[in-house]
């Protein structure tokens, strides 16, 4: 089992500045799912439908859902409009 904390922005920001996930492999297929959890978990269950929209980033390389990350750090971006 692998601990990533998961540095929330956005819509996300209402669950704090991060959250810790615990995941099996290090494939951000999995923390999304991870992530899922977690919010039924906390009452946010309305998240999730954010959560399939969002993006996962390591550093300044947007990621995947079929990449792995490299460290214990990844960035929750949800989607933005504006002009």
Not at 11 to 17: P, Q, V
Not at 23 to 38: G, H, L, N, T, Y
Not at 65 to 79: M, R, Y
């Amino acid at each position: 089992m692998t601990s990533i904390t998961v540095h929330c922005l956005g819509a996300f920001r209402a669950l704090g500045d991060s959250l810790v996930v615990d995941v099996d492999d290090v494939s951000v297929a999995s923390i999304r799912a991870a992530v899922s959890s977690s919010l039924v978990a906390r009452g946010r269950a309305d998240l999730n439908t954010v959560l399939t929209r969002s993006v996962f980033a390591e550093g300044d390389e947007l990621l995947k859902d079929h990449a792995t990350v490299s460290g214990s750090e990844v960035s929750l971006l949800p989607p933005v409009a504006g002009g």
